[in-house]
């Protein structure tokens, strides 16, 4: 029932409406605030629309038939030949994603959400120059909103190097139609071999090992091999939208060599075209789990199906633990969110765990031990519905434990959420949950 008092609460009708009966009355500022109030409204228009789907009741992430089944719904096939290396925190994927730039024979493509005037992010800037100056082709897509902080001194850098800087949808009063769909994804691509994706933005905040608040918790995977290209096709079609320019030529698509045993699924989510491919793979690995599924995500904030296919999993015997950020969070909307749904899943049996030394970012996925995903995808209707985002997928026992093992690690730094606690939250906490519901859809 709030979702739909919620839904009427954001009619663009019912404010234009307002606005017209109010300049009527001739209070012209009050009409003016509601016709603001409008379009923005129009703009970030509310979307709860959720991915229906069934599963056979023998259909399990360890068949054949699931594996197909993904590669089927979301238009991507298994891709054999890779090697995969999983980087905890900043002290270890930093390192690495900079040790690969400075081995760039002939490209490096980068889209990135965050880019800022950092410490690491002078550090990323010069590596990119240095390579630049030594004639590899550089080319950078940032996002206009995640990355607007980047400073004038980085934009420097990279501009005298000759690296080429591009802006994903720019904020214009003429385009502001397109304002909500952000690029989230974070893909390294070195000379169309290499590739590094994740939770991790470039900004000081992810240095570290995750020790205390200012070191946030995060992993990166490094890929090598023929699964590298479909990173490499998802930055060519938005640097296309936003340059024009179709890039070509072995520098950015060598051709594939076998070089590991792993197979992996790149899985670009996209609001173009309505390609919501994220929601469906997650929606895919939750309806086909018969043993575990463990989720590590920032920002939880399953929709009304997504609750009932966990419920659902919880019912078929499956344990279900979900590890979010705690106290420590960037977003207060998000976590409001979160923490008002935690309810009816702590009521179904799922176990909810919070992050406690420092704000938890990375996103993952696992179940049953066998099938994983890691990839910039938040659970929330933003990273689904509105965002431009990237999953990678594997059915690799070796690397699905190297995950759990993981998890389980950080559960240790966890708490876990008590339902008779959580019921006893004061009136104020729920007000200011209920007040954030209003734009549950934009988070």
């Not at 400075?102 to 493509?109: K, Q, V």
């Not at 399953?302 to 966990?310: S, V, Y």
Request: charged share 20%; with cysteine; hydrophobic share 45%.
């Amino acid at each position: 029932m709030w979702d739909s008092v919620r839904l009427l609460i954001r009619s663009a009708t019912l404010w234009l409406v307002l606005s017209a009966a109010l300049l009527y009355q001739r209070w012209y500022i009050t009409a003016a605030a509601a016709f603001v109030v409008s379009f923005t409204f129009v703009v970030f228009r509310p979307y709860i629309r959720e991915v229906r789907m069934r599963v056979d009741e023998g259909f399990g992430t360890d068949s054949a038939e699931f594996l197909s089944t993904v590669a089927g719904a979301t238009g991507v096939p298994m891709i054999g030949g890779n090697r995969l290396e999983i980087l905890n925190n900043g002290e270890e994927f930093y390192p690495a994603m900079l040790a690969a730039i400075s081995r760039a024979n002939y490209s490096i493509t980068m889209e990135q959400y965050i880019f800022s005037a950092s410490e690491i992010g002078r550090q990323f800037a010069e590596a990119f120059a240095a390579r630049a100056l030594d004639g590899v082709n550089v080319k950078l897509l940032l996002d206009a909103v995640g990355a607007a902080n980047i400073g004038s001194e980085i934009l420097r850098i990279l501009t005298a190097a000759g690296c080429e800087i591009r802006w994903y949808r720019p904020i214009r009063w003429y385009d502001l139609h397109r304002v909500n769909h952000r690029n989230h994804r974070k893909s390294l691509i070195i000379d169309g071999r290499i590739a590094f994706t994740g939770g991790a933005g470039i900004d000081d905040h992810w240095r570290g090992a995750a020790r205390n608040p200012s070191e946030w918790r995060d992993l990166q995977i490094r890929m090598e091999g023929p699964g590298v290209v479909p990173l490499q096709t998802g930055f060519a079609s938005n640097w296309l939208e936003a340059t024009g320019e179709v890039i070509t030529g072995p520098e950015y698509y060598p051709v594939p060599e076998p070089l590991g045993p792993v197979e992996l699924q790149t899985v670009l989510s996209s609001p173009k075209g309505d390609q919501y491919t994220a929601s469906i793979l997650y929606a895919l690995g939750i309806l086909s789990a018969r043993q575990c599924i463990y989720i590590a995500n920032p920002y939880f904030v399953p929709g009304p199906l997504a609750i009932e296919r966990i419920e659902e999993a919880v019912e078929r015997g499956v344990d279900v633990k979900v590890m979010v950020a705690g106290a420590h969070n960037d977003a207060w909307w998000a976590r409001q969110n979160s923490v008002r749904l935690y309810g009816r899943l702590l009521e179904a049996g799922v176990e909810i765990y919070e992050y406690l030394p420092t704000m938890l970012h990375q996103k993952m996925m696992l179940v049953d031990y066998i099938w994983a995903t890691v990839g910039t995808t938040n659970f929330d209707h933003r990273s689904f519905r509105f965002n431009e985002e990237t999953n990678v997928c594997f059915h690799d026992p070796e690397y699905v434990d190297q995950l759990r093992s993981i998890f389980y690690r950080d559960l240790e730094r966890c708490r876990r959420v008590d339902l008779a606690e959580w019921r006893r939250r004061g009136l104020h906490v729920r007000a200011g949950e209920i007040f954030a519901s209003l734009l549950q859809d934009q988070v």
